[in-house]
């Protein structure tokens, strides 16, 4: 079962399609780890994107399939930490919407799956395959079945290698098809606003490392 499914931030200026979306085609998992979280906090979306757990939705997929429709002169990126995860988000409503690898050299596109079509996102990408990073979740979850860091890799690499080998990878809406830089030029937290993250966590009981 494939299909396309639509996205959109808060406000309706960044939307775009995500192509060929399948359970086999991608992952639909949930992530618990505090980069995730801060994210959200970060942009002033955390009691709408994040469970009961702490934990957002997402849907991990080829950065081929995503076609971007309107909006591309609002979508902006950022560096929450040195990771080389990239953070996509419209600048417009500050809605978080997708994350990938610092560049398009390793290809693949996660998209928070509160930004899909909410009539279509369950019944195109099935089921979740499990949880992320739970120690780092809010509360006891303990009950919450998990997904190893490895299988998904796993999983992951073969998508990527695919799109290497193939060229595909210089098909993303967000790097240059030539340099496979990104098309908005990444913000780096300061220092400030890492300590600001920190004092978050501290504040609500948890780990700031």
Request: charged share 25%; glycine share 8%; hydrophobic share 35%.
């Amino acid at each position: 079962m494939t299909s396309d499914l639509s996205f959109a931030c808060d406000c309706g200026t960044v939307t775009g399609t995500m192509r060929g979306v399948g359970p086999d085609r991608g992952d639909h998992v949930v992530c618990h780890c505090t980069d995730c979280q801060d994210l959200t906090h970060h942009l002033g979306h955390a009691e709408r994107l994040l469970d009961a757990h702490g934990g957002t939705a997402l849907y991990q997929t080829r950065c081929a399939n995503m076609r971007l429709d309107t909006g591309r002169e609002q979508l902006a990126c950022l560096h929450l930490t040195d990771a080389p995860t990239l953070r996509w988000y419209a600048a417009c409503c500050r809605t978080p919407l997708f994350n990938t690898f610092k560049n398009g050299k390793l290809p693949f596109i996660t998209i928070l799956t509160a930004a899909c079509d909410p009539a279509a996102r369950e019944r195109l990408l099935g089921p979740l395959r499990g949880h992320l990073f739970t120690q780092d979740a809010t509360g006891d979850a303990s009950h919450l079945p998990k997904m190893s860091m490895v299988s998904l890799m796993r999983r992951f690499f073969t998508r990527a290698i695919n799109d290497i080998v193939s060229g595909e990878r210089r098909r993303s809406a967000l790097f240059d098809a030539k340099t496979l830089e990104p098309i908005a030029t990444p913000h780096r937290l300061t220092g400030e606003e890492r300590q600001a993250l920190e004092g978050r966590r501290t504040n609500a009981g948890l780990d700031p490392t």
